[in-house]
């Protein structure tokens, strides 16, 4: 199949190309940093952006949800959403 976009380049607002399966932690952060994460079930997530300061809290995200946030962390402390994907 060809792709026309293949000589594009990549943009934080391009579409993702990849996702990588979430594994909350409250020390490690994320390998590399996402152009947003998709919360497959829905429920409470404990993240922190790319450029650090606080935690924040983002309560009732429903399933199948695409947030617009490059994260560094997904704490496991505070969430209980799951099935979280990182988009690349």
Do not use: C, E, H
């Not at 934080?12 to 947003?36: E, F, M, N, Q, Y």
């Amino acid at each position: 199949m060809a792709d026309q976009f293949a000589n594009s380049a990549d943009q934080v607002a391009a579409p993702a190309t990849r996702a990588v399966a979430v594994v909350p932690s409250d020390t490690v952060p994320l390998p590399d940093i996402p152009k947003g994460l998709y919360v497959g079930t829905g429920g409470t997530i404990t993240l922190r952006g790319v450029n650090g300061g606080a935690d924040t809290v983002w309560k009732n995200v429903a399933s199948g949800s695409i947030l617009p946030l490059r994260a560094q962390f997904v704490r496991a402390t505070g969430t209980s959403a799951a099935d979280m994907l990182a988009l690349y």
